[in-house]
């Protein structure tokens, strides 16, 4: 158990509906990723957060948002959902601000399926 | 733009067969390079991390080692266990934290 929560961990939604999804990081990690990995294009880096700010962007959507809250969890915001939103997407949390040792700690992510 | 190239895409071995994983990568002032492994259904684990060329590390039947442009994952006599997916990742950089990763050896242990 990494202790990185993801919930829900199977969603089903249809196109065009907004969905959130929930990552609880783990005990004292700051920095919270989030990541969609699609059987073609791998893992993808969406967004990071560190301590309640956004830190770094990566290939996320106009139509996707994050955000992170006080208690440290984060909530990724997918809306506008289309057949090619449909991946598992990961949570993962680090206790370090890209420093030169940082592991990332993944949660066991949410299949989203857009029908 | 840093890159990760992965290969081969997917290996089949026998219990007992030793192989090795290849990860390429271009990136200008290496920062690590990190192995995960990914089970089917979770999220990836976090295996090792070398920093320099001729580093190396294990862990069990599991050997990483780093050159200047490519990093090997050696596998042991592998046990059917050991069926998963690898994965190698580098720093994201470029003022962004976080990993950008290779798309993966999906390797199946037969017993």
């Known amino acids: 158990d990494s202790g990185v929560t993801q919930t829900p961990k199977h969603l089903i939604t249809a196109t065009g509906q907004r969905v959130t999804l929930r990552c609880s990081p783990r005990?004292?990690?700051?920095?919270v990723y989030w990541y969609q990995q699609s059987l073609d294009q791998g893992l993808q880096f969406l967004i990071q957060y560190y301590n309640g700010e956004e830190r770094a962007k990566g290939n996320i959507l106009e139509r996707f948002s994050a955000q992170q809250f006080p208690d440290l969890h984060s909530e990724l915001n997918l809306s506008s959902l289309e057949l090619g939103d449909s991946a598992l997407y990961f949570c993962?949390?680090?206790?370090?601000?890209?420093?030169?040792?940082?592991?990332?700690?993944f949660g066991s992510g949410t299949q989203l399926s857009v029908l | 733009e840093d890159q990760v190239t992965q290969s081969p895409e997917a290996l089949r071995l026998q219990e007992g067969e030793s192989s090795s994983l290849n990860c390429s990568y271009t990136?200008?002032?290496?920062?690590?390079l990190f192995w995960y492994r990914q089970d089917p259904g979770k999220g990836p684990e976090f295996l090792f991390t070398l920093y320099s060329a001729g580093e190396e590390k294990e862990k069990e039947r599991l050997k990483a080692t780093l050159t200047k442009k490519e990093s090997f994952l050696h596998i042991t006599a592998p046990k059917p266990e050991d069926s998963a997916t690898y994965l190698c990742?580098?720093?994201?950089?470029?003022?962004?934290?976080?990993?950008?990763f290779g798309k993966g050896t999906h390797l199946i242990i037969q017993p």
């Open positions: 990136v200008s002032g290496l920062r690590g």
């Open positions: 993962a949390s680090s206790d370090q601000k890209g420093g030169r040792d940082e592991k990332l700690f």
């Open positions: 990742a580098v720093p994201t950089g470029g003022g962004a934290d976080g990993l950008t």
């Open positions: 005990s004292g990690d700051l920095s």
